[in-house]
């Protein structure tokens, strides 16, 4: 029987975890399975324990060190090898969280966050000059003010400044 690879809709993590596979009533099948190609579909289990095409199971992965999940789910196909028994597992009874963990895992953000708060930073403090510098221009009682606070202000700019750049991240 052949495995359904080429309908995968999600990404896999391609590594190998921890799994305890139980039935449906909790008698255990197999308490060494492993879990490969997860993803927040499903994964592939490796077990010795018998599996049949639709059954239902309880499961139990171990992601990382104090990190685990547990669900319920399908079994969608089998292939027994020499070495052990290969099954597609569906995920059916799966948390809200742990599918965000898993989908977290799988599809790591590409989005720069660290670059956009910069640019923010930036477009704010842009803003703020410029409405200081129209208002100085246009204010008499202003233009007294800001002359007043112009050691003030610098010295806030370049407190920000040095915080910014005790808080990044280095390249």
Same mark, same amino acid.
């Given at each position: 029987m052949s495995r359904p690879e080429d309908r995968r809709q999600a990404a896999r993590i391609l590594t190998e975890f921890p799994l305890v596979l139980r039935d449906d009533k909790g008698v255990v099948l197999d308490d060494r399975a492993l879990a490969h190609d997860v993803s927040d579909k499903g994964f592939k289990a490796e077990s010795n324990g018998v599996l049949r095409k639709g059954q239902f199971l309880r499961f139990h992965l171990q992601l990382t060190e104090g990190q685990s999940m547990?669900? =319920?789910g399908r079994v969608v196909w089998v292939?027994?090898?020499? !070495?052990?028994?290969?099954?597609?597992?569906?995920? %059916?009874? +799966?948390?809200?969280?742990? *599918?965000?963990? !898993? *989908? =977290? %895992?799988?599809?790591?953000?590409?989005? @720069?966050?660290?670059?956009i708060f910069d640019k923010? %930073?930036?477009? @704010?403090l842009f803003l703020t000059a410029t409405l200081l510098i129209w208002g100085a221009v246009t204010s008499y009682v202003w233009r007294a003010l800001?002359?007043?606070?112009?050691?003030?202000? +610098?010295?806030? +700019? @370049? +407190?920000?400044?040095? !915080?910014?750049?005790i808080i990044r991240p280095r390249r």
């Amino acid at each position: 029987m052949s495995r359904p690879e080429d309908r995968r809709q999600a990404a896999r993590i391609l590594t190998e975890f921890p799994l305890v596979l139980r039935d449906d009533k909790g008698v255990v099948l197999d308490d060494r399975a492993l879990a490969h190609d997860v993803s927040d579909k499903g994964f592939k289990a490796e077990s010795n324990g018998v599996l049949r095409k639709g059954q239902f199971l309880r499961f139990h992965l171990q992601l990382t060190e104090g990190q685990s999940m547990g669900g =319920r789910g399908r079994v969608v196909w089998v292939e027994r090898t020499d !070495l052990a028994l290969w099954a597609g597992v569906e995920f %059916i009874g +799966l948390s809200w969280s742990d *599918r965000r963990r !898993l *989908r =977290r %895992i799988t599809r790591p953000s590409e989005v @720069a966050w660290s670059r956009i708060f910069d640019k923010a %930073i930036k477009a @704010a403090l842009f803003l703020t000059a410029t409405l200081l510098i129209w208002g100085a221009v246009t204010s008499y009682v202003w233009r007294a003010l800001l002359w007043n606070m112009a050691p003030k202000v +610098l010295a806030t +700019l @370049a +407190l920000g400044w040095a !915080l910014r750049e005790i808080i990044r991240p280095r390249r």
